[in-house]
């Protein structure tokens, strides 16, 4: 009998799956490899059920014998272990980034023995039902608001990027890069109030209302299911604020960060240029734990960002306040810092962990743009924000059409930079 092995990445089982246990079962006696949610969630979906669920849902299938777990998306150590005589796949990981999976796959078939049997991918209506239904369940509010706290347990470091609107939240949700025949993509979304206001052409000052920033998240969580954290300034007054937690909540944002400053808030990328005022300890606290006291599910996360790095107050103005927060219930701690190397950022996140292990740490690497994730994560953070970098990508590309057009007055000269817009719609899903 020979021995036959497949991998399954997914959360439910339609014809597609069952034709692939059908064809692997007429090979020989067939192991099923459930992906880990670490190296699913780079590659494929995030997981709407326990890896557990998923082994006992394979193993429920009629013809398949075994299943293991196979902890990474390359293929070298499960055939390394399992010597498989036959790994079968479907046939559409040839093009795309999946390509680079296959190449793996049957470079380890070659060097430890072992064929590939590549089967049509079933392709028709109820898999694709099946598939967008998926999709959309992992849009529902449970399920996108819990999973920032599912991939705080599951990554080493969680990356989110800016979205602010629903073509950057598009870009987001789909972008999958391939390296060194590995998969990767971002985890989830931030609100910027900096990218949300310039967007609309206005000063980040607050300006932009509540009910203006959940239009821009509304437009996001059409079109997206990864988790959203939402910047949301000081968080006002403390009466408002505890109405907006419930509303976030509600709609399926993950996180709220506020930010311990009063009065009129400054962007912090402007640091002591401008006169900008940070909260008192006791004030900020009280608005975090009425926060908290407003808050009805377990998975929503207030997070407190301190600004003493900004406002040059020092470190042990920052550690206090870390400290005073936690304490106060903040569900994790942003530090903050507008330095060009990020000691000060590192030597924050080592002396926070001397004394707490657990509460998440979130850094903004704007200003600090050379320290890698893994740095990072090496000093205790959990989630890195790729603040605004869409938005500053965007700009000069447009505002380079704009005086081209208006030079040349024609668009032909700027067209070879020009994406077509067949290629722009491509992300676009239909229904
Ligand atoms: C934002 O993106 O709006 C932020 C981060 O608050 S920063 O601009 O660095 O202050
Ligand atoms: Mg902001």
Not at 160 to 183: D, Q, R, W
Not at 295 to 311: K, P, V, Y
Not at 330 to 355: L, N, Q, T, V, W
Request: aromatic share 6%; net charge negative; hydrophobic share 40%.
């Amino acid at each position: 009998m020979k021995k036959v092995y497949t991998c399954f990445t997914t959360d439910i089982i339609h014809e597609g799956h069952l034709n692939i246990i059908k064809e692997a079962a007429k090979l020989g006696s067939v192991t099923v490899g459930a992906l880990s949610d670490a190296a699913l969630i780079r590659y494929n979906r995030f997981p709407t059920i326990s890896i557990d669920e998923r082994i006992a849902l394979y193993r429920g299938l009629d013809g398949v014998d075994e299943v293991v777990v196979q902890d990474d998306m390359t293929y070298d150590e499960i055939i390394k272990t399992l010597h498989p005589d036959i790994v079968v796949h479907g046939d559409n990981w040839k093009e795309g980034p999946e390509k680079a999976l296959r190449e793996n796959c049957i470079a380890a078939l070659k060097e430890f023995g072992g064929e590939l049997v590549e089967i049509g991918y079933t392709v028709n209506e109820n898999v694709a039902k099946a598939d967008s239904q998926l999709k959309e369940k992992l849009a529902m509010p449970e399920y996108r608001r819990k999973r920032l706290r599912q991939l705080i347990d599951i990554c080493p470091i969680v990356k989110v990027m800016e979205a602010h609107s629903g073509l950057t939240g598009l870009i987001t949700e789909k972008t999958i890069v391939e390296k060194n025949g590995k998969l990767d993509q971002f985890d989830g979304m931030w609100v910027s109030s900096l990218c949300d206001s310039t967007d609309r052409g206005k000063p980040d000052i607050e300006l932009v209302d509540m009910t203006s920033r959940l239009r821009t998240i509304n437009d996001i969580m059409e079109v997206t299911t990864k988790p959203i954290i939402l910047d949301g300034d000081t968080g006002g007054l403390t009466e408002h604020f505890v109405y907006n937690v419930r509303t976030l909540e509600r709609i399926g944002v993950s996180a709220v960060i506020i930010e311990d400053k009063t009065g009129l808030k400054k962007n912090s990328l402007f640091g002591t240029e401008v006169v900008q005022t940070q909260d008192s300890i006791e004030n900020f606290s009280a608005k975090i734990a009425a926060g908290k006291r407003a808050q009805l599910t377990d998975d929503f996360m207030i997070i407190a960002r301190i600004e003493s790095l900004i406002l040059e107050r020092g470190m042990e103005d920052a550690l206090s306040r870390a400290f005073a927060f936690v304490e106060a219930g903040a569900d994790g701690i942003m530090i903050h810092s507008r330095k060009k190397d990020p000691a000060e950022i590192f030597e924050f996140c080592d002396r926070f962990r001397e004394k707490d292990k657990t509460t998440p740490i979130v850094v903004v690497p704007t200003s600090f743009n050379s320290v890698t994730e893994e740095e990072l994560s090496s000093h205790g953070v959990n989630i890195v924000i790729y603040a605004n970098q869409l938005m500053r990508a965007a700009f000069p590309a447009m505002k380079q059409t704009a005086v081209e057009i208006l030079t040349n007055h024609r668009a032909l000269e700027a067209d070879s930079h020009l994406m077509p817009f067949k290629e722009i719609i491509t992300l676009i899903d239909e229904l």
